[in-house]
């Protein structure tokens, strides 16, 4: 009785792992007559963006916490009324970064010795006008913005595009399983399954923070062209 349950304990361990695996991958039902051909295709579409993501703050520096926090906020306070002053509505502006750090001096054998504080408050700004966003930086540098990182150009509403990257998709499948086709001596007799592995369009990832100069020259962003991806894995049966 003892080896019989060990026998049935093993056997039961044995065949989990395989029905684990059979959840994981998922496989077609359908019973193919002819030849089954798997294709992986990506179609793409191009859009200019027209959205602009920028992060731009202001670090003050102060002997005290107090002093570093209120030369922030009163600096910051300049920076929003400038941005709302270039039309930028409050649902465009979001705090991203509030911080205060103790700076400390370190000499040769010596304990670290507090010698002030930095304080940093960051914006995150999204310009839905591109052309002007570079006028609006350069006017919130001249109103004590000192950090600016971006842009990071998006599309607001990329589902149309996505659309016709999906179609560009399909056709592309078709037209490439009729290919294989051909060059088999078979025909396609047709389409067994078709799955979406998702939409791509990656905006260029944001430049590092940079420290604003009080002066700059006339700042100007060029929006080019995105790409936006779509890729669908394709079974189409030939014979």
Same mark, same amino acid.
């Given at each position: 009785?003892?080896?019989?349950?060990?026998?049935?304990?093993?056997?039961?361990? &044995?065949?989990?792992?395989?029905?684990?695996? &059979?959840?994981?991958?998922?496989?077609?039902?359908? @019973?193919? &007559?002819?030849?089954?051909? *798997?294709?992986?295709?990506?179609?793409?579409?191009?859009?200019?963006?027209?959205?602009?993501?920028?992060?731009?703050? #202001? #670090?003050?520096?102060?002997?005290?916490?107090?002093?570093?926090?209120?030369?922030?906020?009163? !600096?910051?306070?300049?920076? !929003?009324?400038?941005?709302?002053?270039?039309?930028?509505? *409050?649902?465009?502006?979001?705090?991203?970064?509030?911080?205060?750090?103790?700076?400390?001096?370190?000499?040769?054998?010596?304990?670290?010795?507090? #010698?002030?504080?930095?304080?940093?408050?960051?914006?995150?700004?999204?310009?839905? *006008?591109?052309?002007?966003?570079?006028?609006?930086?350069?006017?919130?540098?001249?109103?004590?913005? @000192?950090?600016?990182?971006?842009?990071? $150009?998006?599309? *607001?509403?990329?589902? &149309?595009?996505?659309?016709?990257?999906?179609?560009?998709?399909?056709?592309?499948? !078709?037209?490439?399983?009729?290919?294989?086709?051909?060059? $088999?001596?078979?025909?396609?007799?047709?389409?067994?399954?078709?799955?979406?592995?998702?939409? @791509?369009?990656?905006?260029?990832?944001?430049?590092?923070?940079?420290?604003?100069?009080?002066?700059?020259?006339?700042?100007?962003?060029?929006?080019?062209?995105?790409?936006?991806?779509?890729? $669908?894995?394709? #079974?189409?049966?030939?014979?």
């Amino acid at each position: 009785m003892k080896q019989a349950w060990l026998a049935a304990l093993f056997l039961g361990a &044995a065949i989990a792992p395989a029905g684990a695996i &059979a959840q994981q991958t998922p496989t077609i039902t359908q @019973n193919l &007559a002819g030849t089954r051909l *798997d294709l992986s295709v990506t179609g793409e579409s191009t859009r200019v963006p027209d959205v602009a993501m920028i992060s731009t703050g #202001v #670090v003050t520096k102060s002997p005290t916490a107090s002093g570093a926090i209120q030369q922030a906020a009163t !600096r910051m306070e300049r920076v !929003r009324a400038a941005l709302k002053a270039a039309g930028i509505a *409050d649902r465009d502006i979001q705090t991203s970064n509030l911080s205060l750090n103790p700076e400390y001096r370190y000499e040769n054998n010596q304990p670290p010795q507090l #010698v002030g504080y930095t304080a940093t408050n960051q914006l995150s700004v999204r310009f839905r *006008d591109i052309r002007n966003s570079g006028k609006i930086l350069d006017a919130l540098v001249k109103e004590g913005a @000192n950090q600016i990182s971006g842009p990071n $150009l998006t599309i *607001d509403q990329p589902d &149309a595009a996505l659309d016709e990257a999906r179609g560009a998709a399909v056709r592309m499948g !078709r037209a490439r399983a009729e290919l294989y086709a051909r060059s $088999l001596g078979m025909r396609v007799v047709r389409l067994v399954s078709v799955s979406e592995g998702g939409g @791509n369009y990656p905006p260029p990832p944001m430049p590092p923070m940079m420290m604003a100069r009080a002066q700059s020259a006339d700042t100007k962003i060029e929006a080019g062209e995105q790409k936006l991806s779509v890729t $669908l894995a394709m #079974v189409f049966e030939l014979q």
